[in-house]
């Protein structure tokens, strides 16, 4: 075991992880979020032409890869006069991707409160909006803190794709030095272990906010 | 229209579910504190009735006009903003009490009060904590309503709508989903609120409360009214023949 290795490659994949990895997890997945919840009001809106634009939607970013998509924003839209950056090429990729995965469990979640707190909320004057906001989202926001959890931990690991776009993130760090040192199984399997660290941390984090979310509910 | 006039009046209310006619022409007529009973079998209409009082469902024709508006006349394409005005002067109690599952008690009742009429959240409070204390539920004001009995949640249930002032009480068969011993609690309220001169439409299968407290029954089925008038005489000495069927029905099950 090369442990000279092992801890002079910790530091620069650690802080790309830090640096790069965790904020762009985040900053994709509160954009995507937010796009997701657009997303998911326009399917369930019952206008007919909102709702089929946000199935084609959710229909494409399912059903292409996310790294097709990365390179089409990255590689393909220049080829168009679009250049971005790979910093913003990657945030905008992966929270269009989100928003995809997002809306779908933002929209059953919305589904499963019971139609009477929408009448509750109708019957002391509230608006549509109004009992979205004060009344049926906090109840799917404890409905969907599970799935969307999930789809959280898979974006941190996808974000190893940023690589290939040279965004310097963990996975980037991982391969310059086990490019540089030739000791493959050792770095990756470095990388590897820190992604997990940090996919466990986060899993506890989802236990916290679950267990907060469910005060109020009889179990 | 007058103060001798009707707080409200329906006229011709007619909705259809699918090809399932629900109500074919309902008319009713309601007095400032009055208390209006509406039974009848179940699948009647009358909880539909109820519902488009409340512009929770919107008629698909006929007329409904509170003193003083709004007055709608339901047409084939009646903006729904327009049917959302009715909301403004009534409240209701659901059979499942539909309390809101993530605020506590008090924050259930200062809701209306506060995000809608726009009243400072203190007065609102006070409001609110006055009115919980009428109904026995003063110390469960920071409770969540799952801490509570199906009484205690009707009860919020009921105080949260009194909370909006409303001209107009709607109650949907508010002590169906009670156990038994729970159905006085509740009872007992809405007689108090009576006796205050609250105006009340009941959807109710409690025969012996509708004849205590209404002032008028209305018996409907098959999506019409089939006759209204005193308690005593449409529970005791019904005209019709359907009528005295369901009070059978119900005053002697087996």
């Known amino acids: ?194 992604y997990w660290v940090f996919c466990l941390v986060l899993s506890t984090g989802q236990s916290a906010l679950e267990k907060r979310l469910d005060r109020y509910v009889a179990r | 229209m007058s103060p001798a006039d009707p707080l409200l009046r329906a006229t011709a209310l007619q909705k259809s579910f699918g090809g399932n006619q629900v109500l074919k022409s309902i008319d009713l007529s309601i007095d400032s504190g009055q208390v209006v009973a509406l039974v009848g079998p179940s699948g009647s209409g009358k909880t539909t009735v109820l519902r488009c009082l409340n512009g929770l469902e919107t008629p698909d024709g006929g007329t409904v006009a509170f003193r003083d508006g709004p007055a709608i006349d339901f047409g084939p394409k009646i903006p729904r903003k327009d049917a959302l005005a009715l909301r403004d002067r009534s409240a209701m109690v659901f059979q499942t009490y539909n309390l809101f599952p993530h605020m506590t008690v008090l924050e259930n009742v200062i809701e209306g009060p506060v995000q809608v009429r726009k009243r400072p959240r203190r007065e609102a409070i006070a409001d609110a904590e006055r009115l919980l204390a009428r109904v026995g539920l003063a110390d469960k004001r920071d409770d969540h309503p799952f801490n509570l009995s199906g009484g205690q949640q009707q009860r919020v249930g009921i105080v949260r709508a009194l909370a909006l002032q409303p001209d107009l009480l709607l109650f949907d068969e508010p002590t169906s989903a009670l156990d038994p011993e729970l159905v006085g609690e509740v009872l007992t309220v809405i007689k108090e609120l009576a006796e205050e001169k609250w105006t009340m439409v009941i959807v109710t299968h409690e025969l012996a409360f509708a004849r205590e407290v209404a002032d008028e029954v209305v018996f409907m089925d098959e999506g019409v009214v089939v006759e209204h008038g005193h308690p005593d005489q449409v529970l005791r000495d019904p005209h019709h023949e359907r009528t005295r069927r369901f009070v059978d029905r119900l005053l002697n099950p087996f």
């Not at chain 1, 979020?33 to 946000?54: E, K």
């Not at chain 1, 959280?152 to 963990?170: R, Y």
């Open chain 1, 1 to 194: 075991m090369d442990w000279d290795l092992l801890r002079s490659s910790f530091w620069p994949m650690l802080s790309g992880g830090l640096t790069a990895t965790i904020p762009l997890a985040l900053a994709s997945f509160a954009l995507g979020l937010l796009l997701a919840l657009v997303i998911a009001l326009m399917r369930i809106s019952g206008q007919p032409v909102l709702s089929a634009i946000a199935r084609f939607y959710v229909s494409v970013v399912r059903g292409t890869p996310l790294l097709v998509q990365l390179f089409v924003i990255f590689y393909g839209l220049p080829s168009l006069g679009v250049t971005i950056d790979p910093w913003p090429s990657a945030i905008i990729a992966f929270s269009l991707n989100v928003a995809g995965y997002a809306a779908e469990i933002l929209r059953a979640a919305i589904l499963s409160v019971p139609k009477g707190q929408w009448e509750a909320g109708h019957t002391i004057g509230m608006s549509r909006a109004l009992t979205l906001r004060r009344v049926i989202l906090p109840q799917a926001a404890r409905v969907s803190v599970p799935p969307l959890s999930n789809t959280f931990i898979s974006l941190v690991k996808d974000t190893s794709l940023a690589s290939l776009i040279l965004v310097g993130e963990l996975f980037r760090e991982a391969q310059q030095i086990a490019s540089f040192s030739q000791q493959f199984m050792i770095v990756y399997m470095e990388a590897a272990a820190i």
